[in-house]
């Protein structure tokens, strides 16, 4: 039975009095062009009415458009996800220029609900995810399902991974590494895993880099943060985060083995400095 087909049965009165109408969303960006994709997503025949169903029935933070109907909901928490994002962003377009992913095995880091792993569906047919959160792997497997593709999605803690997880040609870490409590050592974990690593990510700001991180023996400056907590969806699992310094991530990640970086972008955003870069594997220096 088709999953939506089976909570209409359980839950069909309650949902009809909760849905509002599905209208198609004004103002917002065109779809990309999914034909001349590698691997373009299916165009399923999706009612408004499952489309509403999925809406109500998980708690998004973020939304899609479905040929031009909002998946997931914007603006929940304010100045947050006010839009639609789209797929593929440019951070996958430019991830693809350089390296090519239609034949790379890809690990998405912190999922969320789904969107960068529907765009790098396009790219790349092996496509991995993986969220702490339970709720984020059945909202990205929902959006997945409805935006007409699949990849692997599991459910694990992000600071926990180690090569016995698997070994990948790109690992995807966006929005995440700025939550942890131990970014230096989640580096190391990282890189038995994989050849490059794209990484978009807060840095502490100089003049607020007053704090220091010790690793493996080295100190790294940066600043501490406070997390939000387990029910903040934009937060990580511990109660305090620690931001380096770009000249101080740049350290760490040599010491872990990436042998070349190259920035995609720098940019300013309301909590500070945020980077782009990827990172290619090489050999870890002697000292590390």
């Not at 009165?13 to 062009?33: C, D, G, I, K, Q």
């Not at 789904?114 to 790349?124: A, Q």
């Amino acid at each position: 039975m088709n999953p939506v087909d089976y909570l209409r049965g359980r839950f069909g009165r309650l949902l009809s009095r909760m849905l509002p109408r599905n209208r198609a969303v004004e103002a917002a960006p065109e779809e990309p062009p999914e034909a001349e994709r590698p691997y373009p997503l299916k165009r399923l025949a999706i009612s408004d009415r499952d489309l509403e169903e999925i809406n109500a029935l998980l708690p998004w933070h973020a939304g899609t458009l479905l040929r031009g109907r909002l998946l997931g909901r914007l603006g929940v928490l304010k100045g947050k996800r006010m839009f639609p994002d789209p797929v593929p962003d440019r951070r996958i377009l430019w991830l693809d220029e350089r390296l090519g992913l239609k034949e790379k095995s890809v690990l998405e880091v912190g999922c969320f609900e789904g969107i960068h792993t529907v765009g790098l569906r396009l790219f790349s047919r092996d496509v991995t995810a993986i969220d702490i959160r339970p709720v984020n792997v059945v909202k990205t497997l929902a959006r997945l399902s409805y935006h007409g593709t699949s990849a692997r999605v599991f459910q694990a803690d992000v600071e926990s991974l180690d090569s016995g997880f698997g070994r990948f040609d790109v690992i995807f870490h966006c929005g995440v590494f700025y939550h942890l409590a131990q970014p230096v050592e989640h580096l190391f974990s990282l890189a038995g895993m994989c050849s490059h690593l794209f990484l978009d990510t807060h840095v502490a700001a100089e003049d607020r880099s007053h704090e220091t991180l010790e690793s493996r023996g080295v100190r790294y400056r940066g600043m501490s943060q406070k997390e939000g907590g387990w029910a903040d969806p934009f937060s990580g699992k511990s109660a305090r985060s620690f931001w380096l310094r770009e000249s101080d991530l740049l350290e760490a990640l040599g010491r872990a083995g990436f042998a070349r970086v190259e920035f995609l972008e720098r940019r300013r955003e309301r909590h500070g400095p945020r980077v782009a870069l990827l990172a290619y594997r090489g050999e870890p220096r002697g000292d590390a």
